[in-house]
């Protein structure tokens, strides 16, 4: 896996619906608010808009018809949960494992992008093929490109960016479990301008931004 770069990503979003629930939901009253139209409630406990195309709810997009589905976050629907959630409680040393790694890999990602990055950390640690903690599978020896993989090194990330608070943002949504981008078997990923041999043997599940997606066969 390697740190890309800021790319253009086209993201969709899809109208607001209910506006007096919208206004009722505690954790997207933010200051300054989003431009008018974009929120909507979702499902409860996740208030982040979803996308209207359906995605499997794990393996490789179904064909039409297909119900065994569920929507994605994009990155606009994200956008409020984390202007949000720049700002609470410091992150514990695990946490911030998770965010110096969307920092170095997927900050010129969409937030859906870098969410999904979270999100393969977190999956790895629980899938009992990985070690079990954050920190240890961001660590762990030829994984992750910004790591030294002989030391375990990470380098250091600019504190008073605002790269570093989004990533922040996007490791307490993903922690808190406020939305998801990918289904839980989703252990891999690369940048699409790399052609991994590993990634034949595996099912590719999404792409967002310059990143692909994928778990086993």
Request: proline share 10%.
């Amino acid at each position: 896996m390697s740190a890309t770069t800021a790319i253009p990503v086209a993201v969709t979003t899809a109208p607001a619906s209910n506006p007096a629930a919208i206004a009722s939901a505690p954790i997207l009253q933010v200051t300054p608010p989003p431009p008018a139209g974009v929120l909507q409630p979702v499902v409860p406990g996740r208030a982040a808009i979803l996308s209207t195309v359906p995605r499997a709810v794990t393996g490789t997009t179904p064909p039409t018809g297909t119900t065994d589905v569920r929507p994605a976050v994009t990155h606009t629907g994200l956008w409020p949960m984390v202007w949000a959630k720049q700002t609470g409680a410091a992150l514990s040393e695990q946490e911030e494992c998770i965010a110096i790694a969307v920092y170095h890999e997927a900050r010129g990602e969409p937030l859906s992008g870098q969410l999904a990055v979270a999100e393969v950390i977190m999956n790895r640690a629980a899938s009992g093929r990985y070690p079990a903690g954050w920190c240890q599978v961001v660590k762990q020896p030829w994984q992750f490109s910004f790591v030294n993989p002989r030391t375990g090194h990470m380098p250091a990330v600019r504190r008073d960016s605002a790269a570093w608070a989004y990533a922040q943002a996007i490791t307490r949504i993903a922690v808190g479990h406020f939305a998801d981008a990918l289904p839980g078997d989703v252990l891999w990923y690369h940048a699409d301008y790399v052609a991994p041999s590993w990634g034949r043997r595996l099912a590719k599940v999404e792409k967002i931004g310059a990143h692909i997606f994928y778990r086993a066969s």
